[in-house]
């Protein structure tokens, strides 16, 4: 079981940036995702959490409105679309999922309830 995140990079302030979660030996359709980030010194934070489905999202009061998580369930890959970016926004960001199918946590942004991870694409938005 893999996830891989790409679609990270350097970014000035204000720009756009998206993210993708591809999955191998796992089919990403019957879990949901959720994307992470570490900046440095910081602790891992959710920041944003799509079902199995599609139906259901969640976001980090900090990327409201300016992130856009999406699934393409036929391409095994789920997206993070980041428009408006800002310094505050660079961290490592990873893709991860629950070791259970059609679940999310009941708190999603709990770290510790994740048991597959991808090996993180670095954001970087210059001010």
């Known amino acids: 079981v893999q996830l891989q995140a790409s679609g990270g990079g350097l970014v000035q302030a204000g720009g756009s940036l998206r993210l993708s979660c591809a999955a191998s030996?796992?089919?990403?359709?019957?879990?949901?995702i959720c994307w992470f980030r570490q900046a440095p010194r910081k602790e891992r934070e959710g920041v944003s959490c799509?079902?199995?489905?599609?139906?259901?999202?969640y976001y980090a009061d900090s990327v409201k409105g300016r992130f856009t998580i999406s699934r393409d369930n036929a391409k095994n890959t789920v997206y993070l679309q980041m428009n408006s970016l800002k310094p505050e926004d660079t961290a490592v960001f990873y893709c991860?999922?629950?070791?259970?199918?059609?679940?999310?946590?009941?708190?999603?942004?709990?770290?510790?309830?994740?048991?597959?991870w991808g090996q993180g694409t670095l954001v970087t938005v210059s001010s």
């Open positions: 030996g796992f089919t990403l359709r019957y879990y949901a």
């Open positions: 991860a999922a629950p070791g259970e199918r059609h679940w999310i946590p009941s708190v999603w942004a709990d770290v510790d309830e994740y048991r597959y």
């Open positions: 799509i079902s199995s489905s599609g139906r259901s999202t």
